[in-house]
Protein backbone atom coordinates (compact mmCIF):
# COMPACT_ATOMS: atom_id res chain seq x y z
CA UNK A 1 0.00 0.00 0.00
CA UNK A 2 1.16 3.38 -0.92
CA UNK A 3 0.74 5.63 2.11
CA UNK A 4 2.71 8.58 0.49
CA UNK A 5 0.71 11.72 0.49
CA UNK A 6 1.68 13.85 -2.92
CA UNK A 7 2.78 16.85 -1.53
CA UNK A 8 1.27 18.99 -4.43
CA UNK A 9 -2.13 17.72 -4.33
CA UNK A 10 -2.48 18.11 -0.68
CA UNK A 11 -1.63 21.73 -1.26
CA UNK A 12 -4.78 21.38 -3.63
CA UNK A 13 -7.05 20.20 -0.88
CA UNK A 14 -6.20 22.74 1.61
CA UNK A 15 -7.23 25.55 -1.30
CA UNK A 16 -10.55 23.40 -1.55
CA UNK A 17 -10.80 23.33 2.03
CA UNK A 18 -10.62 27.65 2.36
CA UNK A 19 -12.97 27.71 -0.82
CA UNK A 20 -15.38 25.50 1.67
CA UNK A 21 -14.46 27.74 4.62
CA UNK A 22 -15.98 30.75 2.49
CA UNK A 23 -19.12 29.39 1.06
CA UNK A 24 -20.02 27.79 4.50
CA UNK A 25 -19.73 31.63 5.98
CA UNK A 26 -21.58 32.82 3.00
CA UNK A 27 -24.53 29.80 3.50
CA UNK A 28 -24.44 31.24 6.81
CA UNK A 29 -24.81 35.47 6.21
CA UNK A 30 -26.41 35.13 2.36
CA UNK A 31 -28.60 31.93 2.89
CA UNK A 32 -29.57 31.61 -0.88
CA UNK A 33 -28.93 35.35 -1.46
CA UNK A 34 -25.22 34.36 -2.39
CA UNK A 35 -26.16 32.45 -5.55
CA UNK A 36 -27.18 32.76 -8.85
CA UNK A 37 -30.22 30.91 -8.07
CA UNK A 38 -33.84 31.98 -9.42
CA UNK A 39 -37.67 30.93 -9.59
CA UNK A 40 -37.18 29.33 -13.32
CA UNK A 41 -33.48 28.04 -12.42
CA UNK A 42 -34.06 26.63 -8.66
CA UNK A 43 -31.59 24.46 -8.64
CA UNK A 44 -27.89 24.92 -9.88
CA UNK A 45 -24.26 24.36 -8.71
CA UNK A 46 -25.60 22.35 -5.75
CA UNK A 47 -27.45 20.27 -7.04
CA UNK A 48 -24.89 19.49 -9.71
CA UNK A 49 -22.26 18.35 -6.90
CA UNK A 50 -24.75 16.38 -4.75
CA UNK A 51 -25.79 14.20 -7.70
CA UNK A 52 -21.85 14.15 -8.77
CA UNK A 53 -20.95 12.68 -5.28
CA UNK A 54 -23.86 10.94 -5.11
CA UNK A 55 -22.60 8.81 -8.34
CA UNK A 56 -19.27 8.59 -6.62
CA UNK A 57 -20.53 7.07 -3.86
CA UNK A 58 -21.61 3.66 -5.58
CA UNK A 59 -18.28 2.71 -5.87
CA UNK A 60 -18.81 0.03 -2.35
CA UNK A 61 -22.26 -0.71 -3.33
CA UNK A 62 -20.77 -2.67 -6.55
CA UNK A 63 -17.52 -3.85 -4.69
CA UNK A 64 -20.77 -5.47 -2.00
CA UNK A 65 -22.68 -6.53 -4.95
CA UNK A 66 -19.69 -8.36 -7.01
CA UNK A 67 -18.14 -9.79 -3.72
CA UNK A 68 -21.23 -11.24 -2.08
CA UNK A 69 -23.54 -11.96 -4.99
CA UNK A 70 -21.54 -13.37 -7.83
CA UNK A 71 -18.44 -14.64 -5.59
CA UNK A 72 -15.58 -12.21 -7.46
CA UNK A 73 -13.06 -13.21 -4.71
CA UNK A 74 -10.26 -11.03 -6.58
CA UNK A 75 -12.70 -7.77 -5.23
CA UNK A 76 -12.40 -8.55 -2.07
CA UNK A 77 -9.06 -6.64 -0.95
CA UNK A 78 -10.68 -3.93 -2.35
CA UNK A 79 -13.63 -3.66 0.20
CA UNK A 80 -12.61 -1.47 2.56
CA UNK A 81 -11.46 0.74 -0.06
CA UNK A 82 -14.34 1.31 -1.81
CA UNK A 83 -16.21 1.54 1.84
CA UNK A 84 -14.28 4.53 2.87
CA UNK A 85 -14.31 6.14 -1.20
CA UNK A 86 -18.45 5.45 -0.23
CA UNK A 87 -18.22 7.37 2.87
CA UNK A 88 -15.92 10.19 1.54
CA UNK A 89 -18.32 10.84 -1.20
CA UNK A 90 -21.82 10.97 1.12
CA UNK A 91 -20.48 13.58 3.57
CA UNK A 92 -19.52 15.69 0.30
CA UNK A 93 -22.85 14.97 -1.36
CA UNK A 94 -24.51 16.02 1.40
CA UNK A 95 -22.46 19.42 2.81
CA UNK A 96 -23.10 19.99 -1.73
CA UNK A 97 -27.34 19.72 -1.42
CA UNK A 98 -27.37 21.05 2.31
CA UNK A 99 -25.34 24.72 0.79
CA UNK A 100 -28.16 24.54 -1.84
CA UNK A 101 -30.71 24.62 0.49
CA UNK A 102 -29.34 28.30 2.08
CA UNK A 103 -30.14 26.81 5.17
CA UNK A 104 -28.28 23.97 6.70
CA UNK A 105 -30.89 22.74 9.39
CA UNK A 106 -33.56 22.26 6.56
CA UNK A 107 -31.76 18.66 5.83
CA UNK A 108 -33.63 17.63 8.87
CA UNK A 109 -37.20 19.09 7.78
CA UNK A 110 -37.69 15.55 6.54
CA UNK A 111 -37.54 14.05 9.64
CA UNK A 112 -39.60 16.57 10.88
CA UNK A 113 -42.63 17.00 8.97
CA UNK A 114 -42.48 13.15 7.47
CA UNK A 115 -44.25 12.67 4.07
CA UNK A 116 -44.24 8.95 2.39
CA UNK A 117 -45.88 10.06 -0.42
CA UNK A 118 -42.94 12.46 -1.14
CA UNK A 119 -40.16 11.27 -3.15
CA UNK A 120 -37.61 13.92 -1.79
CA UNK A 121 -39.02 11.92 1.54
CA UNK A 122 -37.54 8.80 0.58
CA UNK A 123 -34.83 10.33 -1.16
CA UNK A 124 -33.66 11.66 2.12
CA UNK A 125 -34.32 8.77 4.01
CA UNK A 126 -32.40 6.07 2.38
CA UNK A 127 -29.45 8.59 2.30
CA UNK A 128 -29.71 8.84 5.71
CA UNK A 129 -29.64 4.90 5.81
CA UNK A 130 -26.68 4.50 2.80
CA UNK A 131 -24.19 7.10 5.39
CA UNK A 132 -24.95 5.07 8.69
CA UNK A 133 -24.85 1.51 6.70
CA UNK A 134 -21.35 2.81 4.88
CA UNK A 135 -20.21 3.98 8.51
CA UNK A 136 -20.72 0.36 10.32
CA UNK A 137 -19.40 -0.99 7.37
CA UNK A 138 -16.37 1.04 7.67
CA UNK A 139 -16.26 0.01 11.50
CA UNK A 140 -16.50 -3.37 10.15
CA UNK A 141 -13.20 -3.20 7.96
CA UNK A 142 -11.65 -1.95 10.60
CA UNK A 143 -12.15 -4.33 13.33
CA UNK A 144 -11.23 -6.83 10.32
CA UNK A 145 -14.45 -8.63 11.61
CA UNK A 146 -15.42 -10.85 8.57
CA UNK A 147 -18.54 -12.14 9.87
CA UNK A 148 -19.92 -8.48 10.36
CA UNK A 149 -18.36 -7.47 6.80
CA UNK A 150 -20.73 -9.64 5.32
CA UNK A 151 -23.81 -8.89 7.11
CA UNK A 152 -23.06 -5.06 6.51
CA UNK A 153 -21.88 -5.42 2.63
CA UNK A 154 -25.72 -7.53 2.67
CA UNK A 155 -27.62 -5.12 4.21
CA UNK A 156 -25.72 -1.97 1.85
CA UNK A 157 -27.10 -3.69 -1.74
CA UNK A 158 -30.77 -3.51 -0.88
CA UNK A 159 -30.34 -0.58 0.52
CA UNK A 160 -27.44 1.30 -1.78
CA UNK A 161 -30.46 0.29 -5.09
CA UNK A 162 -32.88 2.04 -3.29
CA UNK A 163 -31.42 5.09 -2.69
CA UNK A 164 -29.85 5.41 -6.20
CA UNK A 165 -33.06 4.46 -7.94
CA UNK A 166 -35.07 7.40 -5.87
CA UNK A 167 -32.53 10.28 -6.99
CA UNK A 168 -33.63 9.15 -10.50
CA UNK A 169 -37.09 8.39 -9.61
CA UNK A 170 -37.51 11.80 -8.00
CA UNK A 171 -36.23 13.33 -11.54
CA UNK A 172 -38.55 11.48 -13.28
CA UNK A 173 -41.70 12.29 -11.90
CA UNK A 174 -40.90 16.00 -12.40
CA UNK A 175 -43.02 16.00 -16.01
CA UNK A 176 -43.07 19.81 -16.19
CA UNK A 177 -39.58 19.41 -17.58
CA UNK A 178 -39.49 16.88 -19.84
CA UNK A 179 -35.99 16.25 -20.19
CA UNK A 180 -36.25 15.09 -17.03
CA UNK A 181 -39.18 13.18 -16.65
CA UNK A 182 -39.56 9.25 -17.74
CA UNK A 183 -39.16 5.80 -17.16
CA UNK A 184 -35.76 5.35 -18.36
CA UNK A 185 -34.59 8.26 -15.72
CA UNK A 186 -34.17 6.28 -12.49
CA UNK A 187 -32.39 3.17 -14.37
CA UNK A 188 -29.73 5.41 -16.02
CA UNK A 189 -29.05 7.32 -12.51
CA UNK A 190 -28.16 3.19 -11.27
CA UNK A 191 -26.29 2.47 -13.96
CA UNK A 192 -24.44 5.84 -13.95
CA UNK A 193 -24.04 5.77 -10.17
CA UNK A 194 -22.24 2.01 -10.47
CA UNK A 195 -20.33 3.16 -13.51
CA UNK A 196 -18.64 5.99 -11.27
CA UNK A 197 -18.55 4.37 -8.07
CA UNK A 198 -15.92 2.13 -9.95
CA UNK A 199 -13.80 4.44 -11.87
CA UNK A 200 -13.45 5.54 -8.66
CA UNK A 201 -12.02 2.67 -6.80
CA UNK A 202 -10.62 1.38 -9.68
CA UNK A 203 -8.56 5.09 -9.77
CA UNK A 204 -7.83 4.93 -5.78
CA UNK A 205 -6.89 1.61 -5.66
CA UNK A 206 -4.46 2.14 -8.40
CA UNK A 207 -3.14 4.98 -6.76
CA UNK A 208 -2.99 3.31 -3.22
CA UNK A 209 -1.27 0.39 -4.89
CA UNK A 210 -3.64 -1.94 -3.01
CA UNK A 211 -4.62 -4.68 -5.71
CA UNK A 212 -2.98 -4.52 -9.21
CA UNK A 213 -5.33 -7.92 -10.42
CA UNK A 214 -8.40 -6.22 -8.38
CA UNK A 215 -7.42 -3.05 -10.68
CA UNK A 216 -7.33 -4.99 -13.40
CA UNK A 217 -11.23 -7.36 -13.07
CA UNK A 218 -12.62 -3.83 -11.58
CA UNK A 219 -11.82 -2.44 -14.77
CA UNK A 220 -13.41 -4.92 -17.16
CA UNK A 221 -16.74 -3.87 -14.77
CA UNK A 222 -16.13 -0.37 -14.95
CA UNK A 223 -15.78 -0.96 -19.21
CA UNK A 224 -19.43 -3.08 -19.23
CA UNK A 225 -20.79 -0.33 -17.47
CA UNK A 226 -19.84 2.26 -19.29
CA UNK A 227 -21.34 -0.10 -22.76
CA UNK A 228 -24.74 -0.01 -20.10
CA UNK A 229 -24.39 3.33 -19.69
CA UNK A 230 -23.83 4.38 -22.96
CA UNK A 231 -27.05 2.00 -24.38
CA UNK A 232 -29.22 3.75 -21.80
CA UNK A 233 -28.26 7.41 -22.22
CA UNK A 234 -29.16 6.70 -26.02
CA UNK A 235 -32.07 5.11 -24.95
CA UNK A 236 -33.36 8.21 -22.75
CA UNK A 237 -32.29 10.58 -25.44
CA UNK A 238 -33.91 8.41 -28.43
CA UNK A 239 -37.54 8.99 -26.18
CA UNK A 240 -37.64 12.19 -25.77
CA UNK A 241 -36.80 12.81 -29.26
CA UNK A 242 -39.48 10.79 -30.39
CA UNK A 243 -41.70 11.74 -27.87
CA UNK A 244 -41.94 15.44 -29.67
CA UNK A 245 -43.33 17.49 -26.50
CA UNK A 246 -42.18 20.84 -27.59
CA UNK A 247 -40.31 21.34 -24.09
CA UNK A 248 -38.72 18.84 -24.65
CA UNK A 249 -37.04 19.16 -27.80
CA UNK A 250 -35.96 22.81 -26.76
CA UNK A 251 -34.19 21.55 -23.85
CA UNK A 252 -32.75 18.92 -26.33
CA UNK A 253 -31.66 21.90 -28.31
CA UNK A 254 -29.74 24.10 -25.37
CA UNK A 255 -28.16 20.29 -24.26
CA UNK A 256 -26.63 19.91 -27.51
CA UNK A 257 -26.17 23.55 -28.91
CA UNK A 258 -26.72 26.02 -25.87
CA UNK A 259 -24.12 27.84 -23.87
CA UNK A 260 -23.55 24.50 -21.68
CA UNK A 261 -23.03 22.33 -24.67
CA UNK A 262 -19.64 22.07 -24.26
CA UNK A 263 -20.11 20.19 -20.93
CA UNK A 264 -22.12 17.37 -22.62
CA UNK A 265 -19.64 17.19 -26.00
CA UNK A 266 -16.35 17.90 -24.74
CA UNK A 267 -16.53 16.43 -20.89
CA UNK A 268 -19.27 13.89 -21.21
CA UNK A 269 -19.36 12.71 -24.51
CA UNK A 270 -15.69 12.85 -25.29
CA UNK A 271 -13.47 12.41 -22.31
CA UNK A 272 -15.69 10.84 -20.36
CA UNK A 273 -17.33 8.07 -22.95
CA UNK A 274 -14.99 8.30 -26.29
CA UNK A 275 -11.73 7.67 -24.77
CA UNK A 276 -12.93 5.49 -22.36
CA UNK A 277 -14.34 3.56 -24.47
CA UNK A 278 -11.41 3.21 -26.65
CA UNK A 279 -8.94 2.86 -23.69
CA UNK A 280 -10.34 0.12 -21.51
CA UNK A 281 -10.42 -2.75 -24.04
CA UNK A 282 -6.83 -2.22 -24.09
CA UNK A 283 -5.96 -2.85 -19.97
CA UNK A 284 -6.36 -6.27 -20.20
CA UNK A 285 -2.32 -6.25 -18.65
CA UNK A 286 -2.02 -2.08 -17.76
CA UNK A 287 -3.76 -0.81 -14.17
CA UNK A 288 -2.25 2.08 -14.65
CA UNK A 289 -4.35 2.49 -18.05
CA UNK A 290 -7.10 1.78 -16.76
CA UNK A 291 -6.94 3.85 -13.45
CA UNK A 292 -6.18 6.64 -16.25
CA UNK A 293 -9.50 5.65 -17.95
CA UNK A 294 -11.47 5.91 -15.04
CA UNK A 295 -10.10 8.84 -14.19
CA UNK A 296 -11.96 9.85 -17.86
CA UNK A 297 -14.60 8.74 -16.89
CA UNK A 298 -15.25 10.73 -13.40
CA UNK A 299 -14.34 14.20 -15.10
CA UNK A 300 -17.03 13.64 -18.06
CA UNK A 301 -19.67 12.98 -15.37
CA UNK A 302 -19.05 16.08 -13.90
CA UNK A 303 -19.91 17.80 -17.36
CA UNK A 304 -22.75 14.79 -17.60
CA UNK A 305 -24.08 16.50 -14.23
CA UNK A 306 -24.32 19.40 -15.45
CA UNK A 307 -25.64 18.49 -18.91
CA UNK A 308 -28.63 16.77 -17.15
CA UNK A 309 -29.37 19.73 -14.34
CA UNK A 310 -29.19 23.11 -15.63
CA UNK A 311 -30.19 23.15 -19.92
CA UNK A 312 -33.84 21.07 -19.08
CA UNK A 313 -34.32 24.55 -16.60
CA UNK A 314 -33.42 27.16 -19.45
CA UNK A 315 -36.68 26.38 -21.03
CA UNK A 316 -39.75 28.32 -20.15
CA UNK A 317 -42.70 25.88 -19.00
CA UNK A 318 -45.32 27.81 -19.82
CA UNK A 319 -44.59 29.80 -23.54
CA UNK A 320 -43.77 33.22 -22.86
CA UNK A 321 -42.77 33.09 -19.23
CA UNK A 322 -39.31 34.21 -19.73
CA UNK A 323 -40.56 37.74 -20.91
CA UNK A 324 -43.52 38.53 -18.53
CA UNK A 325 -41.62 39.46 -15.64
CA UNK A 326 -37.95 41.22 -15.42
CA UNK A 327 -36.08 40.51 -12.83
CA UNK A 328 -32.62 39.29 -11.82
CA UNK A 329 -34.21 35.98 -9.90
CA UNK A 330 -36.39 35.64 -13.09
CA UNK A 331 -34.01 34.29 -15.76
CA UNK A 332 -34.14 31.42 -17.79
CA UNK A 333 -29.48 31.93 -17.81
CA UNK A 334 -27.91 30.57 -15.37
CA UNK A 335 -24.34 31.07 -13.91
CA UNK A 336 -22.72 30.07 -10.37
CA UNK A 337 -21.96 32.76 -8.28
CA UNK A 338 -18.38 32.57 -6.60
CA UNK A 339 -19.91 31.04 -3.59
CA UNK A 340 -21.11 28.25 -5.55
CA UNK A 341 -17.83 28.02 -7.14
CA UNK A 342 -16.22 27.83 -3.85
CA UNK A 343 -18.76 25.25 -2.61
CA UNK A 344 -17.74 23.29 -5.70
CA UNK A 345 -14.51 23.86 -4.82
CA UNK A 346 -14.36 23.17 -1.17
CA UNK A 347 -16.34 19.73 -1.81
CA UNK A 348 -13.83 18.28 -4.46
CA UNK A 349 -11.15 19.93 -2.19
CA UNK A 350 -12.42 17.48 0.84
CA UNK A 351 -12.98 14.55 -1.16
CA UNK A 352 -9.21 15.15 -2.32
CA UNK A 353 -7.97 15.42 1.38
CA UNK A 354 -9.99 12.48 2.51
CA UNK A 355 -8.71 10.15 -0.67
CA UNK A 356 -5.11 11.50 0.09
CA UNK A 357 -5.09 11.27 4.05
CA UNK A 358 -6.99 8.13 3.80
CA UNK A 359 -4.04 5.56 3.28
CA UNK A 360 -2.37 7.06 6.49
CA UNK A 361 -5.45 7.48 8.79
CA UNK A 362 -7.18 4.59 8.07
CA UNK A 363 -4.33 1.84 6.56
CA UNK A 364 -6.81 -1.12 7.35
CA UNK A 365 -9.69 0.13 4.83
CA UNK A 366 -7.26 0.66 2.34
CA UNK A 367 -6.35 -2.67 2.00
CA UNK A 368 -3.66 -3.89 4.72
CA UNK A 369 -5.99 -6.60 5.35
CA UNK A 370 -5.05 -10.67 5.53
CA UNK A 371 -6.61 -10.60 2.28
CA UNK A 372 -4.72 -7.88 0.79
CA UNK A 373 -2.10 -8.64 -2.01
CA UNK A 374 0.30 -5.98 -2.74
CA UNK A 375 0.50 -5.18 -6.28
CA UNK A 376 3.86 -5.47 -7.91
Known amino acids: MNARVNKPLLYLSFIGLAALAYSVVDVFIHRTGGTHLGSYVPWGMGVVMYLLFVGFSAGGLLVSALTQMFGVRELKPLGGLATYAALVAEVCAGIAIASDLGRFERMFNFLLSP??????????????????????????????DDGLVAFWSWVSIPVGLCFYFTNGFF?????????????????????????????????????SMTNREGVIRLGCVVQLLLV?????????????????????????RNLSAGPGAWAFWGL?????????????????????????????ILVG??????????PAQSVPMLPGLDTAWQHPRLM???????????????VSGLALFGFLMGPRFFPGLYGSGPQTTKAS
Open 268 to 296: HVFAGMALPLFLLPQTEDNPGLAAWACLL
Open 171 to 207: FSVLTGHGLWSGPVVPLLFVCAALLCGGALVTALAWW
Open 228 to 252: AFVVLEGLWLWIGWQGGRVETLAAM
Open 332 to 346: LSYLPSLAEWSMAAG
Open 115 to 144: SLTSPMWWMFLFFSAVLFVSFMKAWAFAKR
Open 301 to 310: FAGARWAFVV
